[in-house]
């Protein structure tokens, strides 16, 4: 047998077991998924307690009750300087899962981690000669394989009905990071990018000379689809009202209408 015989049948072999290697691949991924939803969720007692749960009808708190699950079992929660409990782990994956309500087997694939600390953060920025420049009080950041949550801040907003949510806003910009580039475009508005970001622009711009949204929206594009964000789930007819484009937008790309609270997928 020729060498280039030998090559040919050793590639093929390469070809047959990575097939083989992604067909197991997907049964256990869907055993896995199969054997999550038989588990009972542990956050009903918890999310009873929230405006934003409660209010939304059976077939998406069905929807959300799996997404929850699978959340809390594969993302590693830290706490840093406090205890954790089930409480604050189901409340930080329900408002991390709703933004992604349609995408059923979506689960913030580059997410790995979720810090969690008992007060607002302070953030040091230095300059190139290590020289702390400013000090910047933080209640969240994201960083694509890591999530930073305050937790003061998270329970100021989320029983005093705030119009703000740090865990909506964070994982918006996680969103945006599995785009690729941190610009204000989502992964889930790949499809129609160029429709979408000639929009999300052109609201941008308006936006800014408005001042209607929160002042935090108007620090950059980036800033703008996280904060965006938090109004299309909690105060969807302010957005509506003021930027009906982009809202329209957000219906698609998020297929769900917090408004009709139906979801479109
Ligand atoms: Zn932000």
Not at 19 to 43: A, V
Not at 61 to 82: A, D
Not at 159 to 184: Q, S
Not at 202 to 207: D, L, Y
């Amino acid at each position: 047998m020729d060498n280039f015989l030998k090559f040919i049948i050793a590639l093929w072999a390469v070809f047959f077991l990575f097939f083989i290697y992604q067909i197991f691949s997907y049964i256990k991924f869907k055993l896995y998924l199969k054997s999550l939803q038989n588990k009972p969720c542990i956050c009903k007692k918890y999310l009873e307690k929230l405006q934003d749960y409660k209010k939304l009808p059976i077939h998406i708190k069905n929807i959300l009750e799996f997404k929850i699950k699978r959340f809390i079992r594969e993302k590693k929660f830290i706490p840093k300087y406090m205890q954790i409990n089930d409480e604050i782990k189901c409340i930080i994956a329900f408002y991390a899962c709703l933004p992604t309500i349609a995408y059923k087997n979506f689960c913030y694939p580059s997410l790995k981690y979720i810090y969690i600390y008992p007060h607002t953060i302070i953030k040091e920025h230095t300059n190139q000669n290590g020289i702390i420049k400013k000090e910047m009080l933080i209640s969240g950041e994201s960083i694509g394989e890591a999530v930073i949550i305050a937790w003061d801040e998270v329970k100021r907003e989320i029983y005093h009905y705030k119009k703000r949510n740090v865990i909506i806003h964070e994982f918006a910009h996680e969103l945006d990071f599995e785009e690729g580039i941190i610009d204000g475009i989502p992964i889930f508005a790949i499809k129609d990018y160029e429709h979408f970001k000639k929009i999300f622009n052109e609201t941008f711009q308006k936006a800014t000379k408005d001042r209607i949204l929160d002042e935090y929206a108007f620090s950059n594009k980036a800033e703008f689809f996280a904060v965006s964000t938090e109004y299309f789930f909690l105060k969807p007819q302010t957005l509506k009202t003021h930027y009906p484009k982009l809202f329209e937008e957000y219906i698609k790309i998020f297929k769900f209408n917090p408004l009709k609270m139906t979801n479109i997928a």
